[in-house]
């Protein structure tokens, strides 16, 4: 299937039904991207207890909450499935650290994506390396520039469909469902973290606050993506 064969498929459909689809039509070729917030916890309760073919992954950047592993471990025992993991480059994690330390981000922004890139970026590259569709929690209401997106757009930093099953659903339907079906979720959801990455770059948010704003919060608010949806990112950082 094609990008177009692909949005007039899953028209009208449930996220349920949009992944089974994918992973009738897209055997061994599709993969979801986890970081273990409630939206990833959704999907991948839908791919688990489906038993569906989607390659489930995450990304650890060496900086993540205690919370986020215990909520992976949690996840682990509860679906007994593999999450493939993803590490930076030792090399180049390496000397980025010894160079500048290891709060360098905190510097300036072409720092912090200068850390985003090797711990995010240049690993994610690998994960979605052969694969032609690429799964995300990503919602539509989340912040403002998502809510550009489709729910099914093509992603030309990796030459793949990008699929978004869950982009029509609000938060409180996304809560609904990890109560309904006891999903295991990252206690930081309980303590105003609404979006949560590395520990070092993210901070509970105060009730109004965009929700995104507790993601390097230092930095202009007016960019809050760490790369892994923003294909100029994968561009500027690892030119040849």
């Not at 209401?141 to 609000?170: C, G, Y």
Request: proline share 5%; net charge negative.
């Amino acid at each position: 299937m094609n990008i177009e064969e692909v949005k007039r498929a899953i028209e009208g459909l449930s996220p349920q039904q949009v992944l089974a689809l994918v992973a009738a039509n897209f055997k061994e070729s599709a993969i979801f991207s986890t970081s273990f917030g409630w939206e990833d916890q959704v999907i991948s309760d839908m791919i688990f207890s489906a038993d569906l073919g989607i390659k489930v992954f995450t990304l650890d950047t060496g900086r993540m909450f205690t919370e986020t592993y215990y909520t992976w471990n949690r996840t682990l025992e509860k679906y007994r499935k593999p999450i493939h993991t993803f590490y930076p480059d030792k090399e180049k994690l390496q000397e980025m650290v010894s160079k500048k330390g290891p709060s360098s981000f905190y510097e300036s922004v072409e720092n912090r994506k200068e850390c985003c890139g090797i711990r995010k970026v240049e690993p994610l590259n690998r994960a979605l390396a052969g694969y032609q569709v690429w799964v995300t929690g990503i919602r539509a209401e989340q912040s403002a520039n998502r809510e550009d997106m489709q729910w099914v757009e093509w992603d030309a930093a990796h030459n793949l469909i990008k699929v978004h099953p869950l982009f029509f659903w609000t938060l409180d339907q996304v809560k609904a469902y990890v109560k309904e079906k006891n999903v295991p979720y990252n206690p930081l959801h309980d303590k105003g973290f609404p979006s949560i990455g590395c520990q070092p770059c993210t901070r509970a948010v105060q009730p109004g606050e965009d929700f995104r704003a507790g993601r390097w919060w230092w930095e202009d608010a007016s960019k809050k993506e760490c790369g892994l949806h923003d294909v100029t990112a994968h561009e500027e950082i690892f030119k040849p």
